[in-house]
């Protein structure tokens, strides 16, 4: 086993005690966390409306990133096919409890940064909130390359990131570094692989342009490096695509 994929192991085994009944979206419900959110500057029903609703129809197959409890994916249920993947079990995090159980929705529990449970060519559209600035630079790339054969040509992904230029809520940056064991925001930030144990589910600020660099580099197009702009006043949205064709 590889340096790195010995880290991402690590990494991935680091979450296993978290979010246990879901994330606070999934246990508190939409309508209580839209109005809890909206106080430190972050608007859900305006990513809903800007990242989700334009894209979802009942031809497309829509997958979610790191789907937890399902909250964001249950905004997608005209789609005629929902995928929802994470490295928790959908018992840990109750799927179940909050999604219905229908046959056009499957639940993949997975233990690396593959995507090997997605068939290629089988995807129209990727969301993921809250999901990628948990994981490191190098899970990262890991998934934007093992993504892209996945995708159908055209399809469009939206991917939350952690940006230190964005995020200034200093209440949310003195949790997110203390909790990584760092006393020093720059030192913290500039620790953008880092070690996973020194706070599990820790926040990894590799940034707008290095994430858009990776993009580049697994040939994806970019559309826009940040498209909810001031309705999330802490990370922004990178738009992307799948180029319709090779040529």
């Known amino acids: 086993m590889s340096n790195v994929a010995e880290k991402l192991e690590k990494e991935i085994n680091s979450f296993q005690s978290l979010w246990r009944g879901g994330t606070t979206l999934s246990r508190q419900g939409w309508d ?13 029903n305006k ?6 609703q334009p894209y979802i129809n009942n031809e497309i197959t829509a997958l979610e990133i790191g789907t937890n409890g399902g909250a964001w994916l249950k905004k997608m249920m005209e789609a005629k096919a929902l995928i929802g993947t994470d490295v928790l079990s959908a018992e840990h995090v109750g799927f179940w409890n909050n999604v219905p159980p229908l046959d056009k929705i499957a639940y993949h529990h997975v233990s690396d940064f593959s995507c090997d449970c997605l068939e290629e060519g089988s995807v129209d559209y990727v969301f993921s909130y809250d999901v990628f600035c948990h994981i490191s630079y190098s899970g990262t790339e890991q998934y934007l390359k093992n993504l892209y054969d996945k995708l159908k040509p055209g399809a469009n992904c939206f991917i939350m ?14 949790k997110c570094m203390t909790a990584s064991g ?5 030192t913290f930030v500039n620790d953008f692989d880092g070690d996973p144990t ?9 940034g707008t342009e290095r994430f858009c660099e990776l993009l580049e580099k697994y040939n994806y197009t970019l559309i826009d490096k940040d498209v909810i702009g001031g309705y999330d006043r802490l990370s922004p949205i990178i738009h992307f695509k799948k180029p319709e064709s090779n040529g």
Request: proline residues 0%.
């Open 47 to 52: 990513i809903y409306e800007i990242c989700i």
């Open 161 to 174: 990131i952690a940006d230190a230029d964005k995020y200034q809520h200093y209440g949310n940056k003195y």
């Open 198 to 206: 020194r706070g599990r589910g820790r926040w990894y600020f590799y």
């Open 182 to 186: 760092y006393s020093d925001w720059e």
């Open 32 to 44: 209580s966390c839209a109005n809890d959110r909206l106080r430190v500057g972050i608007d859900i």
